[in-house]
């Protein structure tokens, strides 16, 4: 089957740096794309990776390696505001969105 | 606000009641989605409209049945539903090209309780 898997919930300081890891096992790949969703709030596009290597966007950068089934977004000088989930989701064959059940990141003044 | 509009926000519901989820898009996208999302779990793709044209439909019991009269809007109507179906209903759209990325805009979605 299908397998997308983010941990479930982080902890974070503010002005510090954290990584989501998102490890997926697909029927193939046509991109990977990380969404932010704060509590209540609709989901929004944060990045689309579908080539290896690290895409940086300000203070957000995500990194895909097809090879290993695995990519990462990193939050530099965070902010309480960057309380929120992180949803992985990965565009197998058929174009078909697979999602992760999210990461919520806890930030701590 | 995403461009995406749903109403209602809230809803509450006994099982025997028939109601509707509504969704606008304001983004001239051509393709329009709803999903389910429970807490702790991923989120489900329910229904997929492409050019107003059903195009998915994941084994989506037969109490939820959409409804696209045209590009930018889309329904959900609910009846004799269950308590497992209390979730957050998501309505996204997007413009569906030959190439790139499919990003999804999705709205606020509409907190669903069924007693």
């Known amino acids: 089957g299908q397998n997308i898997d983010q941990p479930t919930e982080m902890t974070a300081t503010e002005g510090a740096i954290v990584q989501i890891n998102c490890t997926y096992q697909?029927?193939?790949?046509?991109?990977l794309f990380w969404y932010q969703q704060h509590a209540g709030e609709a989901p929004t596009f944060l990045s689309y990776?579908?080539l290896d290597g690290l895409e940086e966007k300000g203070r957000f950068s995500s990194f895909l390696s097809r090879s290993k089934g695995y990519s990462y977004l990193l939050l530099k000088e965070l902010q309480m505001k960057d309380s929120a989930s992180y949803l992985c989701?990965?565009?197998?064959?058929?174009?078909?969105?697979?999602w992760g059940a999210g990461t919520k990141l806890i930030i701590k003044p | 606000e995403t461009g995406v509009t749903q109403t209602p926000r809230h809803l509450v519901m006994g099982m025997t009641n028939k109601k509707s989820l509504k969704c606008e898009q304001h983004?001239?996208?051509?393709?329009m989605y709803w999903y389910k999302q429970s807490a702790k779990k991923p989120l489900e793709l329910m229904f997929v409209?492409?050019?107003?044209?059903?195009?998915e439909n994941n084994s989506v019991p037969s109490r939820f049945s959409p409804e696209c009269p045209n590009s930018s809007h889309l329904f959900l109507h609910l009846h004799t539903l269950q308590p497992e179906d209390s979730a957050l209903y998501l309505c996204?759209?997007?413009?569906?090209?030959?190439?790139?990325?499919?990003?999804?805009?999705f709205g606020a979605g509409s907190r669903l309780t069924v007693l």
């Open positions: 996204a759209s997007s413009q569906v090209r030959d190439s790139g990325a499919n990003v999804l805009t």
């Open positions: 983004l001239g996208h051509n393709a």
């Open positions: 409209y492409s050019l107003e044209e059903r195009v």
């Open positions: 697909t029927s193939g790949f046509n991109g």
């Open positions: 990776n579908v």
């Open positions: 989701a990965v565009m197998d064959s058929n174009y078909q969105l697979i």
